[in-house]
T-cell receptor, first 113, second 114 residues
Framework: DGGITQSPKYLFRKEGQNVTLSCEQN?????MYWYRQDPGQGLRLIYY???????QKGDIAEGYSVSREKKESFPLTVTSAQKNPTAFYLC????????????FGEGSWLTVV | GESVGLHLPTLSVQEGDNSIINCAYS??????FIWYKQESGKGPQFIID?????DKRQGQRVTVLLNKTVKHLSLQIAATQPGDSAVYFC?????????????FGQGTILTVHP
């Protein structure tokens, strides 16, 4: 099936640890995105990449890092510098032919313990 | 634009009623708007979109209205069903080289009572 796969679904992090969330898409989309969602709130853009080997900061990039070595993959690392990382993380993708509609994965829950 | 708060607006309706969910957007340069539905613990699902050169677009049981004069967007759901219960988000995009880079509203919780 075509789509966006995020893993793991649930992740627990100890304070001071870096963790990496995986996002893979087989839609052949050029652009990929990471959003953060806090309970009862909307989505905020962390990072995005419109082409392989290039990415841009979004509105809340501090404490996060990404890489885009392959078209289908856009992993997000939540570093120890992110002071409040507990949230729901959503990966998304699109391509110009989709008319700006972006499609989301099922999300990953990250909790700091 | 909408501010991010701890308490989302809520809308409660009876099954079979029509629902109207509203959204104000902030960027007059936005040329593309999308409505998403998000069920608990899941990613947002695309419902319907509209471009700024239109003022109305209809889908299956849903209609989106765009009023650029007052920067207002609405989603109408006909004959609302319990399965429509979810959080609904509007999103705007300025287009051009920022394709896919969406700014989301805070969302509205829709509850449909049988």
């Amino acid at each position: 099936d075509g789509g966006i796969t995020q893993s793991p679904k649930y992740l627990f992090r100890k304070e001071g640890q870096n963790v990496t969330l995986s996002c893979e898409q087989n839609l052949n989309h050029d652009a990929m995105y990471w959003y953060r969602q806090d309970p009862g709130q909307g989505l905020r853009l962390i990072y995005y990449s419109q082409i392989v080997n290039d990415f841009q900061k979004g509105d809340i990039a501090e404490g996060y890092s990404v890489s885009r070595e392959k078209k289908e993959s856009f992993p997000l690392t939540v570093t120890s510098a992110q002071k409040n990382p507990t949230a729901f993380y959503l990966c998304a993708s699109t391509t110009p032919g989709e008319g700006n509609t972006i499609y989301f994965g099922e999300g990953s829950w990250l909790t700091v313990v | 634009g909408e501010s991010v708060g701890l308490h989302l607006p809520t809308l409660s309706v009876q099954e079979g009623d029509n629902s109207i969910i509203n959204c104000a957007y902030s960027n007059s340069a936005s040329d593309y708007f999308i409505w998403y539905k998000q069920e608990s613990g899941k990613g947002p699902q695309f419902i319907i979109d509209i471009r700024s050169n239109m003022d109305k677009r209809q889908g299956q049981r849903v209609t989106v209205l765009l009023n650029k004069t007052v920067k207002h967007l609405s989603l109408q759901i006909a004959a609302t069903q319990p399965g429509d219960s979810a959080v609904y988000f509007c999103a705007e995009n300025a287009g051009g080289t920022s394709y896919g880079k969406l700014t989301f509203g805070q969302g509205t919780i829709l509850t449909v009572h049988p």
